[in-house]
């Protein structure tokens, strides 16, 4: 199980350490893909570069990025997952990730719970 909590601007957030530091992960909803890393984490978790894919933006702008497969320390265990790399430094968590969790956001008492399902 994974805690966070809302924003005072509304975005749902958890804490995850990484690379012996702590780092701000929002989960994004509308992101359905696994991660998006800040650069500083590309060498901690020894990204592998897999390729060039399109990504299409809510905008409905299609952009391409580079894709890297990632061992990701999420929840207590290690996940294969695929991850691009922005400047910042802050995590996307997209929906990629979330497929054997229930998500849990209440707004109104401003908690994010994130327990994977049985």
Do not use: C, H, K
């Amino acid at each position: 199980m994974i805690a966070g909590q809302v924003t005072e601007d509304g975005q749902p957030i958890i804490r995850l350490t990484l690379g012996g530091r702590s780092w701000l992960a929002i989960v994004d909803s509308g992101f359905n893909g696994d991660l998006e890393l800040p650069n500083a984490l590309r060498g901690p978790l020894n990204a592998r570069f897999r390729g060039r894919e399109p990504w299409l933006l809510a905008s409905g702008q299609s952009v391409e990025e580079d894709v890297y497969s990632v061992q990701f320390p999420f929840d207590d265990r290690i996940v294969d997952a695929e991850a691009t790399f922005a400047p910042g430094d802050t995590i996307l968590i997209g929906t990629g990730m979330l497929w054997s969790y229930r998500l849990t956001i209440d707004f109104v008492a401003r908690t994010v719970l994130l327990e994977r399902a049985a």
